[in-house]
């Protein structure tokens, strides 16, 4: 029966989320309960694509991401997949209407990560829109729930949410990158004499996108509002951390909030929301 098959592929995206991300799985539990599952089926989607070209060193990497994206196409076009993360992912795309070139733009920043070490400043920032911008826009689609007035209106605070916590994901697994895959993401950052100067520049630049962002999550619907600013609660709280350590030290460790640190921000972030002050 296709409706069962249907409800295995939602488990199945959130399965994912849970075993590879606390802090979104926090914030997904408090969007609205009918737009659960779609958020589920995005992340799954760019979850696996993710995993493809960090993890799976052992195996050809070009061709299982080739292949993954071929897939993603013929799902959308047919409007299933035997694969279930990608039958849920295409019946959001299909269902709230996400532009295709959302994500051929996703695509090639994975495929970026197949090639380049280093970046340059237009490499990065292209970079950063396929990987992290235009997520936040897949997901504004199904915040918005069709209403492609208000999809406008939020478009760029959307993209700039999805950049800050890419930045801040970059700052935190800078030693990570940097020792294990041989990434640098930040353009012009020497990370063999890494100074405090250039990672107060990257700051600078995280704490405008964050502020551009909490203007948009104060305009979201009622349904959306509260997950979304708790994942960006989250955020802001990992990025506090990260900035009131020395740079040197940033290099050393990967800095994380443990699971029962999470759980009184996600009460925080209740708390404000409930007050208004957001």
């Not at 090639?115 to 504004?140: F, N, P």
Request: with cysteine.
């Amino acid at each position: 029966m296709k409706q069962l098959f249907d409800y295995v592929s939602y488990s199945c995206s959130k399965i994912t989320t849970n075993a590879y991300s606390t802090s979104f799985s926090l914030g997904i539990r408090f969007l609205g309960r009918h737009l659960h599952k779609s958020v589920y089926a995005i992340y799954g989607f760019v979850r696996f694509a993710d995993e493809i070209v960090d993890s799976f060193h052992a195996y050809d990497k070009a061709v299982l991401l080739a292949e993954f994206k071929e897939e993603t196409w013929k799902a959308i076009k047919n409007g299933i997949s035997i694969n279930p993360i990608l039958n849920s992912f295409q019946h959001v795309v299909r269902a709230y209407g996400i532009e295709l070139e959302l994500i051929e733009r996703f695509f090639e920043s994975m495929e970026a990560d197949l090639e380049h070490t280093k970046h340059t400043t237009a490499s990065y920032e292209q970079y950063i829109l396929g990987s992290a911008e235009v997520v936040g826009l897949m997901c504004l689609h199904v915040f918005t729930e069709n209403n492609d007035q208000l999809y406008r209106q939020l478009k760029p605070a959307a993209m700039k949410l999805g950049a800050a916590f890419q930045k801040v994901n970059f700052l935190r697994d800078i030693n990570a990158d940097y020792e294990v895959l041989g990434r640098t993401y930040f353009p012009g950052v020497n990370f063999t004499s890494f100074s405090e100067r250039e990672k107060e520049q990257i700051q600078k630049d995280i704490e405008s996108d964050f502020e551009q962002a909490l203007a948009g999550i104060r305009q979201l619907p009622v349904s959306s509002r509260k997950g979304v600013y708790l994942a960006y609660f989250y955020y802001r709280k990992l990025f506090l951390m990260i900035k009131n350590i020395p740079a040197e030290k940033a290099l050393q460790a990967r800095i994380r909030i443990p699971n029962h640190k999470k759980i009184g921000l996600m009460l925080q972030s209740m708390i404000r929301h409930q007050l208004n002050l957001l």
